[in-house]
């Protein structure tokens, strides 16, 4: 069991950065690869960003810039440029095994997520 506290979500202007945290607590953090998702209303949960446990990552998004530190169990959405499309609730997620995937059904662990609002 792996239980991910996500933290860092606020309300922000156009144009700012947040850094989001996901800490990880229970079975050995580094056996994971780690998701970050977000899910807007009214829409489905699309994938962000990922990292594998080596710390190969992707993005689909160049403002935005996963990264993770395995001695503080913890993953990182670095989030720049921030728009109103950006708005939204962020997820961070773990997986079983060295790789990241962008399909949410293959993430073993969810956390509560936190709110990311971004104003015009």
């Known amino acids: 069991q792996v239980q991910l506290v996500e933290s860092g979500g606020g309300l922000v202007q156009a144009g700012d950065s947040l850094r989001l945290s996901c800490s990880a607590s229970?079975?050995?953090?580094?056996?994971?690869?780690m998701g970050w998702f977000r899910q807007a209303p009214g829409k489905e949960r699309e994938f962000v960003a990922g990292?594998?446990?080596?710390g190969s990552s992707h993005s689909v998004k160049d403002r935005f810039t996963i990264s993770r530190d395995n001695a503080k169990n913890t993953v990182f959405l670095q989030m720049n440029s921030l728009k109103p499309e950006d708005t939204a609730v962020y997820y961070c997620?773990?997986?079983?095994?060295?790789?990241?995937?962008?399909?949410?059904?293959?993430?073993?662990?969810w956390g509560q997520g936190t709110q990311v609002t971004v104003s015009s």
């Open positions: 990292i594998s446990w080596s």
């Open positions: 997620a773990a997986k079983m095994g060295a790789y990241w995937s962008e399909s949410y059904h293959m993430y073993d662990y």
């Open positions: 229970g079975r050995t953090f580094s056996n994971y690869a």
